[in-house]
């Protein structure tokens, strides 16, 4: 696609829920982050695809938080157990190589009740 | 820990003025420094961009301004527009894919 695509753009849970969070990167971008922007701060760092090497989670904030990347392409975050310092918005970003030069999507805004 | 303070947290200007957004570090091995521009309901996108060796920068109406012994930089919006009206965040990088951001700030441009 002409850019990254993330869905839903909107999600509402319960407490306690697990949700799913995608990313479709740019076509052939071969890095793929992962932000969080909470409200009233900068963004987040959360964890890092490059290829077929072992992904960066250093920035991962519990075990509850976890993400995959099928076939070097889509990505999904997964948050278990949903809580409400959870609610923020979620973005993720792709890049043809490594930084710099990477282009963020529109972003999930994740709102746990 | 945030590693790059950011102020001020929102600014008014009218139309013409120079908004002036400050950014401070500690790290100094932070060798790269973007400047993120966020619309409502958008991802932020790259604005401008600076290595330490440089003490000033400019794109168009943008201009960054570094001060390395200071560990500080800025950003100034010359002849400043409403359509600038946006969320702007500095960042820092060591050269790697992380990047360590401002908290961001609020800027708005009245007609």
């Given at each position: 696609g002409a850019g990254v695509s993330q869905s839903p753009s909107n999600k509402v849970t319960e407490k306690g829920k697990d949700v799913e969070l995608r990313c479709d990167p740019i076509s052939g971008h071969t890095a793929l982050y992962w932000y969080r922007q909470s409200l009233g701060q900068g963004l987040e760092f959360l964890i890092y695809f490059q290829g077929n090497s072992a992904p960066d989670k250093s920035g991962l904030p519990s075990d509850r938080f976890s993400a995959e990347r099928t076939g070097g392409s889509v990505s999904t975050l997964t948050i278990q157990r949903t809580q409400q310092e959870d609610s923020a918005v979620y973005l993720c970003a792709s890049s043809l190589g490594q930084w710099p030069g990477y282009t963020f999507g529109s972003g999930t805004r994740l709102t746990v009740v | 820990?945030?590693?790059v303070k950011q102020s001020p947290q929102s600014l008014i200007v009218q139309k013409g003025g120079i908004p002036i957004i400050n950014c401070a570090y500690e790290?100094?091995?932070?060798?790269?420094?973007?400047?993120?521009?966020?619309?409502?309901?958008?991802?932020?996108?790259?604005?401008?961009?600076?290595?330490?060796?440089?003490?000033?920068?400019k794109e168009g109406r943008f201009t960054i301004s570094f001060n390395k012994s200071a560990k500080q930089f800025s950003l100034h919006i010359m002849d400043s527009q409403p359509g600038d009206s946006a969320t702007y965040f500095c960042a820092a990088t060591l050269g790697d894919y992380k990047l360590s951001f401002g908290a961001g700030t609020t800027v708005t441009v009245r007609a």
């Amino acid at each position: 696609g002409a850019g990254v695509s993330q869905s839903p753009s909107n999600k509402v849970t319960e407490k306690g829920k697990d949700v799913e969070l995608r990313c479709d990167p740019i076509s052939g971008h071969t890095a793929l982050y992962w932000y969080r922007q909470s409200l009233g701060q900068g963004l987040e760092f959360l964890i890092y695809f490059q290829g077929n090497s072992a992904p960066d989670k250093s920035g991962l904030p519990s075990d509850r938080f976890s993400a995959e990347r099928t076939g070097g392409s889509v990505s999904t975050l997964t948050i278990q157990r949903t809580q409400q310092e959870d609610s923020a918005v979620y973005l993720c970003a792709s890049s043809l190589g490594q930084w710099p030069g990477y282009t963020f999507g529109s972003g999930t805004r994740l709102t746990v009740v | 820990q945030q590693q790059v303070k950011q102020s001020p947290q929102s600014l008014i200007v009218q139309k013409g003025g120079i908004p002036i957004i400050n950014c401070a570090y500690e790290n100094t091995a932070f060798d790269y420094f973007p400047w993120y521009q966020q619309f409502p309901g958008k991802g932020p996108a790259l604005l401008i961009a600076i290595r330490p060796d440089v003490s000033e920068k400019k794109e168009g109406r943008f201009t960054i301004s570094f001060n390395k012994s200071a560990k500080q930089f800025s950003l100034h919006i010359m002849d400043s527009q409403p359509g600038d009206s946006a969320t702007y965040f500095c960042a820092a990088t060591l050269g790697d894919y992380k990047l360590s951001f401002g908290a961001g700030t609020t800027v708005t441009v009245r007609a």
